[in-house]
C-alpha cells in the first residue's frame, strides 16, 4: 500500500490538488526586477496562462575568475514574492490626479475655450484658485485618469513656466537607470532636449554620499562586490548588507573564509554585525570623529615617525597631496586659500586652461613643475593626450620626483588658522612655506601635505597649538578627542589605526571601507566638507591615507575602477580650487 494513498477518506486529501495547481506551469522565461535594485538579478519566470506563478533563481552565471566565489545564489526575499506585487490589488495601474486639481483645470480649460495652456496660467494666477488645490494636498482625494488628460495637464504647466521663467526653471527627476533605463532615458531626453535640469536620483533620495564625488571625482563609482573578497580587511560603516546588498552578501561572508577581518561600525547591533571580528558600537553619526582620529595616528606613526614607502609613494602619485595651495595673510596669521594655477606663473601666463593646471616641487631639481591629469586637461584641445596619471612635467614630458612636504626646504614657518571642527575654535599651527614669484608679486605657498598634516594636528616639532599627545582630549583629533563624539575608547582607536595601517602596508592597499549610502553610520560632519578645501574627512580621505579603497553598500550600482585612468583628486581639484568658475566645456 502507497503512503500517500488515504483507502479511509480519499476526499479529504484533494486539498493537496490546490498546490499541486498553484506550481503547475506551461514555460520558463528569464526576466529581472526592474525595482531600483542594481543586485541584476536573473530569476527563472514560472509561467501559466500568461500569469507569473512563481519565480526562482537562475543557476547558470559564469564564473568571474577562479581565484572567487561563484555568483550564485543570487537573490532575495523580495524578489521571490515579486510576482505578488505583480497581482496586488494595492498596485497603481492607472493614472492618479488629485480631485481638487483637475476639477480647478477642467473649469479654467472651459472657461479660455479650450486652450490648456492659457487655463493652467489663468489657475497660477489667481491665488485663491491655486490655494484651492494646494491646500488639498496630503488629504487625499486622487482620482482615476486618463492618459490624455495628465499629459495635458504635464505638458501646460511646462509650457507654461518656460513661458514665463525660462526652460531652465523646468527641472524634473527620471527614475534610476536601475529601476528601468528606458524610463531613464526618455525622462532625461526630454528635459536635455526642452531645456530643463535633470536632477539626479541622489536628489530624489537624498542620500548622495558626498564623499565620493569630492574626493573620487565620481558618483559611487565603487568596485564589484566579489571584490570585497580579496581583501584582507574590511571597515563596515553602518552598512547592513543583508537587507541592502542581499544578492552580494555572500562574498562578505566568503571574504570571511578568505582570512579577512571584518569590523562593523554601528549603534547597534545590525545583522552585518554577526560576520564581524569586532563590533564598535560608536554613537549614531560620530562615525567622522572617528575616523579623523585613525587618521591623525595613521599620519603621525605611518608618514612622519616612520614613513611607510607605499603609502608615501600612493599619495605622491594618487592624491593632491603634493600640489601647492597659497596661503592668505589675514591680519597676524595667514589662511589657507586657493591652490597654486600655473597661469600665474609668469612663463606660464599664456598656457591653455593655465587656470586649471596647478603646481608641484620637483624633490630631485627643486622646481616647479606641472602635472598631468589635472582639469586643465581633461578639456585641452591643443595640448592633449596628457589627461593621466603619468608622473611627468606636463611642459616637456619630464619625470620628477613630487615633493610631499616643505618642512625641510622650507623659507619660512607661518601661523596658520585651522578649524578646529568639534570643538567650534580655531587653531594657529605653524605651516612649513616657500615664496614663489607670481605675476602678481611673491607669494607664499605650502603643499596640500602640510596643510592636511597640520589640519589633523600631527606635532612634527613646528610651532602653534598642536596638541601634546593621544590623550590630549582638548585638541583635534587626538583619540582623547573622539571618545566624548563616539563613546569609544581610545584605545580601540590606536588598536584598529595600527592594525589597518599595518594590513594596507602588508597586503599593498587591501583594506576596505564599505559604507553605507549618505555618508556612514549617521552624518560627516558637514563642517569637514563646507570648510576643509584640500582635504576632505570623508571615509574616501581616510583610505587615501593608507591607500585603501572604499565602496557604497546601497541599491546602485556597483562598478569596477579603471585602475590609473586619472588621479581621483585631481580630477576634482576645481571642485576645491576656490573658484566658481570652470573651464569651458565642463558640466
Not at 537573490?75 to 490626479?97: E, M, T
Not at 553619526?285 to 579623523?292: E, K, Q
Not at 583619540?479 to 569609544?488: D, N, S
Not at 597586503?507 to 578645501?533: E, L
Amino acid at each position: 500500500m502507497s503512503w500517500i494513498q488515504d483507502i479511509v477518506s480519499p476526499q479529504t486529501r484533494r486539498w493537496e490538488e490546490f498546490y499541486r495547481n498553484r506550481f503547475q506551469h506551461d514555460r520558463i522565461v528569464r526576466s529581472t526586477h526592474g525595482v531600483n535594485c542594481t543586485g541584476g538579478c536573473s530569476w527563472q519566470i514560472h509561467v501559466k496562462g500568461g500569469i507569473v506563478v512563481w519565480e526562482t533563481q537562475q543557476l547558470d552565471y559564469p564564473l568571474l575568475e577562479d581565484s572567487l566565489p561563484p555568483y550564485e545564489p543570487r537573490g532575495c526575499q523580495r524578489g521571490i514574492s515579486y510576482s505578488w506585487y505583480l497581482y496586488s490589488p494595492l498596485r497603481i495601474k492607472y493614472p492618479l490626479v488629485r480631485g481638487a486639481l483637475i476639477d480647478a483645470f477642467e473649469r479654467e480649460k472651459r472657461a479660455t475655450g479650450g486652450d490648456p495652456v492659457t487655463a493652467w496660467e489663468n489657475l497660477q494666477k489667481d491665488p485663491a484658485k491655486r490655494e484651492s488645490y494646494q491646500k488639498a494636498r496630503g488629504k487625499g482625494g486622487f482620482r482615476r485618469a486618463s492618459w490624455d488628460t495628465v499629459l495635458e495637464i504635464m505638458a501646460a504647466a511646462n509650457i507654461s513656466t518656460a513661458k514665463k521663467y525660462g526652460p531652465d526653471r523646468v527641472f524634473g527627476f527620471s527614475p534610476i537607470p536601475a529601476m528601468s533605463m528606458l524610463s531613464y532615458a526618455a525622462g532625461g531626453r526630454f528635459l536635455q532636449l526642452f531645456g530643463g535640469a535633470n536632477l539626479s536620483f541622489y536628489d530624489w533620495y537624498c542620500d548622495l554620499p558626498t564623499a565620493f564625488p569630492e574626493i573620487w571625482g565620481e558618483q559611487t563609482d565603487v568596485c564589484e562586490s566579489a571584490d570585497w573578497y580579496n581583501a584582507k580587511m574590511i571597515a563596515d560603516m553602518g552598512a547592513c548588507l543583508n537587507m541592502t546588498r542581499t544578492p552580494d552578501c555572500h562574498f562578505f561572508a566568503e571574504a570571511r573564509h578568505n582570512g579577512t577581518k571584518a569590523v562593523v561600525f554601528s549603534p547597534d547591533f545590525s545583522q552585518v554585525c554577526k560576520y564581524a571580528d569586532q563590533w564598535v558600537p560608536l554613537h549614531a553619526g560620530s562615525d567622522g570623529a572617528f575616523w579623523m582620529a585613525v587618521t591623525h595616528v595613521i599620519l603621525k606613526e605611518f608618514h612622519h615617525d616612520k614613513p611607510t614607502p607605499y603609502f608615501i609613494d600612493y599619495v605622491k602619485q594618487y592624491t593632491d597631496s603634493p600640489f601647492l595651495v597659497k596661503l592668505e595673510k589675514d591680519g597676524d596669521r595667514y589662511r589657507p586659500g586657493r591652490l597654486l594655477r600655473a597661469n600665474e606663473i609668469e612663463r606660464w601666463k599664456d598656457l591653455e586652461n593655465g587656470d586649471w593646471k596647478f603646481l608641484n616641487v620637483d624633490a630631485r631639481t627643486n622646481e616647479l613643475v606641472i602635472p598631468k591629469g589635472t582639469m586643465g586637461f581633461r578639456w585641452a584641445k591643443n595640448d592633449t593626450a596628457k589627461w593621466n596619471m603619468k608622473l611627468e612635467h606636463a611642459i616637456d614630458d619630464r619625470p620628477y620626483d613630487p615633493l610631499l612636504t616643505l618642512i625641510g626646504e622650507r623659507d619660512e614657518t607661518l601661523l596658520t588658522e585651522f578649524t578646529e571642527f568639534g570643538l567650534d575654535r580655531v587653531a594657529l599651527r605653524g605651516v612649513p612655506v616657500r615664496y614663489v614669484e607670481t605675476a602678481s608679486g611673491r607669494v607664499p605657498v605650502a603643499t596640500v601635505y602640510d596643510l592636511l598634516m597640520a589640519q589633523y594636528g600631527v606635532n612634527r616639532g613646528l610651532p602653534g597649538a598642536y596638541p601634546r599627545d593621544y590623550t590630549d582630549k582638548d585638541a583635534a583629533y587626538t583619540p582623547a578627542w573622539q571618545e566624548i563624539f563616539t563613546g569609544v575608547d581610545s584605545k580601540t582607536v590606536l588598536q584598529f589605526a595600527r592594525e589597518w595601517a599595518h594590513t594596507a602596508a602588508t597586503t599593498q592597499g587591501r583594506c576596505m571601507i564599505i559604507s553605507a549610502p549618505a555618508s556612514t553610520t549617521g552624518t560627516t560632519p558637514t563642517s569637514c566638507t563646507a570648510r576643509a578645501r584640500w582635504r576632505s574627512c570623508s571615509p574616501a580621505a581616510w583610505a587615501e591615507t593608507a591607500g585603501a579603497s572604499t565602496t557604497t553598500s546601497d541599491r546602485r550600482s556597483s562598478r569596477p575602477r579603471t585602475p590609473g585612468r586619472r588621479s581621483p583628486s585631481r580630477a576634482t581639484t576645481w571642485a576645491r580650487a576656490g573658484s566658481s568658475r570652470r573651464p569651458s566645456g565642463t558640466t
